[in-house]
């Protein structure tokens, strides 16, 4: 199976303005796609790729005044299978994770594990250890919040997401992210392109995707508490501890947000 995915941003500047874009795929990718995958601009800038402190591929720039697209087009081969199940992997105990773990251990901007570590132990602490627990945080997440574009608030922290019990994916992601980590499971948030291969129609309108990925069994697992369910055509961007770590792009001025467009399909 090949996929083809991308996204056009526009932008409109009162000034010239710095920006970092993470919108091409991630690193670990590069080994299934079809054809260079960068970001090009119009009007055409100089720009300087780096990778970021968490391995993240991103795009230095400044943006001239006015008028300003980031357009990626890339394919992506893909085997077609959903997430995988992996329902035997163990959790480590603490004092056994690789160090390189251990950050997603702890609070961060967005996750305040330990502002949620009594609700967590509270509504989990009885379910198995391992995978069994892990999905189970993902159910309560699942049903206990409800989706929708116009819930959509940039400063909403975990904390929020379980008061108020509304979101859009970051927060589903986020409030994962802070239950796992208090119940000592390492937990990275992640953001990239998702398809909407074997799901039912009508689909809606392309965006940006946030998941998590979860280490068990001496390996990092996905997980997708907003459709919980495994999918096909998922096209990993960046991972970090949260969502400040990740944004698709960081603007050092003011702007407006002129165009959005986001895809992945089947060719």
């Known amino acids: 199976m090949r996929i083809r995915f991308g996204c056009e941003m526009g932008y409109e500047l009162a000034y010239p303005t710095p920006l970092i874009a993470r919108l091409t795929s991630h690193p670990d990718c590069r080994g299934m796609l079809l054809g260079p995958d960068t970001l090009r601009t119009d009007p055409a800038v100089d720009a300087e790729t780096f990778l970021d402190p968490f391995g993240n591929r991103c795009v230095r720039l400044v943006a001239p005044a ?3 697209t980031l357009l990626v087009e890339a394919e992506k081969k893909d085997d077609g299978t959903p997430d995988p199940v ?3 992997a163990v959790q480590h105990a603490v004092e056994d994770l690789p160090p390189e773990t251990l950050p997603f251990l702890v609070a961060s901007r967005y996750c305040e594990s330990d502002l949620v570590s009594d609700e967590a132990w509270r509504l989990f602490g009885d379910s198995p250890m391992g ?15 409800a989706f929708g574009y116009d819930y959509s608030r940039v400063d909403r922290t975990a904390t929020d997401a379980l008061a108020v019990g509304r979101g859009v994916c970051r927060d589903y992601a986020h409030l994962s992210v802070a239950f796992l980590r208090a119940l000592n499971i390492p937990t990275r948030y992640c953001t990239g392109y998702l398809s909407f291969i074997g799901e039912p129609e009508p689909h809606p309108p392309g965006d940006f995707a946030a998941w998590i990925e979860v280490y068990l069994g001496g ?5 997708d508490p907003r459709n919980n369910a495994p999918r096909r055509g998922r096209i990993l961007v960046a991972r970090g501890r949260d969502a400040a770590d990740v944004p698709l792009t960081h603007t050092f001025g003011l702007n407006r947000l002129t165009v959005f467009r986001v895809w992945a399909e089947e060719v």
Do not use: E, K, P
């Not at 995978?131 to 919040?145: F, L, M, S």
């Not at 390996?219 to 997980?223: G, I, L, M, Q, S």
């Open 86 to 88: 992996v329902a035997d």
């Open 131 to 145: 995978w069994v627990r892990v999905q189970a945080v993902c159910d309560y997440v699942h049903a206990h919040i």
């Open 66 to 68: 006015g008028l300003l």
């Open 219 to 223: 390996a990092w697992h996905t997980f």
